[in-house]
Nanobody
């Protein structure tokens, strides 16, 4: 199984980025997909997830309205659209795949597979 995250970079505050995560080696449509982020010295933080069916979507409350998660099961890809970026959004962003239950969707250890991470830096 391989998850390849890309699309990170340097952006000014208020700008936008779209992260992508391409999956291979698994039945993508059977897995919930999520994005987490991490800064040095801190635990990995839940950002958003989307159920395998493409139905239910969950967000870290503070990110609602700025971030959108979507998936294309035909392309085995999950996306994270990030708008109105703030310096505090600076982090390494990771995508993850797992067969999770709703109550654990925000917990990193619930996910079986992880991408390598892509750096997002938001300048003030």
């Amino acid at each position: 199984v391989q998850l390849q995250a890309y699309g990170g970079g340097l952006v000014q505050a208020g700008g936008s980025l779209r992260l992508s995560c391409a999956a291979s080696g698994l039945t993508f449509s059977s897995y919930d997909m999520a994005w987490f982020r991490q800064t040095p010295g801190k635990e990995r933080e839940f950002v958003a997830s989307k159920r395998w069916s493409g139905g239910s979507t969950y967000f870290e409350d503070s990110l609602k309205g700025r971030f959108t998660i979507s998936r294309d099961n035909a392309k085995n890809t999950v996306y994270l659209q990030m708008n109105s970026l703030k310096p505090e959004d600076t982090a390494v962003y990771y995508c993850a795949a797992g067969r999770v239950i709703t109550s654990t969707s925000r917990i990193p250890r619930a996910y079986n597979y992880w991408g390598q991470g892509t750096q997002v830096t938001v300048s003030s």
